[in-house]
């Protein structure tokens, strides 16, 4: 049995069709993170769909001007909320608070989209980079910013931005604190695709059902065997291949696909309630 969605005070969560939907909801103050409670909200919901085998893709967003503006810059300057206290209490803070988030981004299960609504900005363009897609609204903007406010990205946004898009366009956009627009982050390689504000929730919806329309299982070990291989050398890599590979060959969605297939029909696939840990 999965367990119930958390409960959400500055965000709101829709499930249908095997598509989450998590809107970050405090446009009021740009869909800050830390001082509106959103970072530890989007731990909680990448926490639960991994027990929720009803759900097939999380996507991201924002709702308003901004997909997020990242850390609470009032709050950096009279030192208070998440910026508050000692050396040792502010580690202690990011460790417990928004590096939370960040942790559960990437032990997320299943494929994740952000949909980039407005300006992701700071730890909201990391919250974006922690997703396996993104596409953004041409009128968005973005930048790891940090530099510019004296601090460096304690969110993991060094860790995240330069498997993204390599070391060398990492350091520049972090060096320079640059904010550059969808066009340039399509060029760069930050974002797949670009579309007008009109058409994002759209397609972000068009690529998330076409997604979650492929067999639940294979695909939750697809994004395991991914997200894997990127620490892993070729011979370790392809004998955690084998090991997947053995399981979905034992996967009811597995016969159900090739039946599918050779019978030229859409498939219908199940919904499993036991862990993909539990086969192993």
């Known amino acids: 049995m999965n367990e119930q969605p958390p409960t959400l005070l500055a965000s709101r969560l829709d499930v249908r069709d095997r598509v989450a939907r998590l809107t970050l909801t405090r446009d009021d103050v740009r869909n800050e993170l830390t001082g509106t409670g959103l970072a530890a909200e989007i731990a909680a919901v990448a926490e639960w769909v991994n027990t929720c085998?009803?759900?097939?893709?999380?996507?991201?967003?924002?709702?308003?001007?901004?997909?997020?503006?990242?850390?609470?810059?009032?709050?950096?300057?009279?030192?208070?909320?998440?910026?508050?206290?000692?050396?040792?209490?502010?580690?202690?803070?990011?460790?417990?608070?928004?590096?939370?988030?960040?942790?559960?981004?990437?032990?997320?299960?299943?494929?994740?989209?952000?949909?980039?609504?407005?300006?992701a900005i700071g730890a909201g363009f990391d919250l974006a980079c922690m997703c396996d897609v993104r596409i953004a609204s041409r009128a968005a903007k973005m930048g790891e910013t940090f530099v510019n406010l004296g601090i460096i990205p304690g969110d993991g946004g060094a860790w995240f931005l330069q498997r993204l898009v390599g070391y060398e366009t990492a350091a520049r956009l972090t060096f320079t604190g640059a904010v550059i627009d969808a066009d340039e982050a399509h060029r760069l390689g930050v974002i797949s695709e670009v579309v007008e504000p009109?058409?994002?929730?759209?397609?972000?919806?068009?690529?998330?059902?076409?997604?979650?329309?492929?067999?639940?299982?294979?695909?939750?070990?697809?994004?395991?065997?991914?997200?894997?291989?990127?620490?892993?050398?070729?011979?370790?890599?392809?004998?955690?291949?084998?090991?997947?590979?053995?399981?979905?060959?034992?996967?009811?969605?597995?016969?159900?696909?090739?039946?599918?297939?050779?019978?030229?029909?859409?498939?219908?696939?199940?919904?499993?309630?036991?862990?993909?840990?539990?086969?192993?």
């Open 53 to 119: 085998h009803e759900v097939s893709v999380l996507i991201i967003t924002g709702e308003g001007q901004a997909f997020s503006a990242g850390g609470n810059v009032k709050d950096m300057q009279s030192r208070t909320g998440a910026f508050a206290g000692s050396v040792h209490e502010l580690q202690d803070r990011y460790r417990h608070g928004i590096q939370r988030m960040s942790l559960a981004m990437h032990a997320v299960e299943i494929p994740t989209i952000a949909a980039i609504n407005g300006h």
């Open 198 to 280: 009109a058409d994002l929730t759209t397609r972000a919806d068009e690529l998330a059902r076409e997604i979650a329309s492929k067999p639940p299982d294979a695909l939750r070990l697809t994004k395991r065997l991914l997200v894997s291989a990127q620490r892993l050398e070729l011979d370790q890599a392809l004998e955690l291949s084998a090991v997947f590979q053995g399981i979905c060959h034992h996967l009811p969605d597995h016969q159900e696909a090739v039946a599918a297939f050779l019978e030229r029909r859409e498939p219908v696939f199940g919904s499993h309630s036991l862990s993909l840990d539990q086969r192993l």
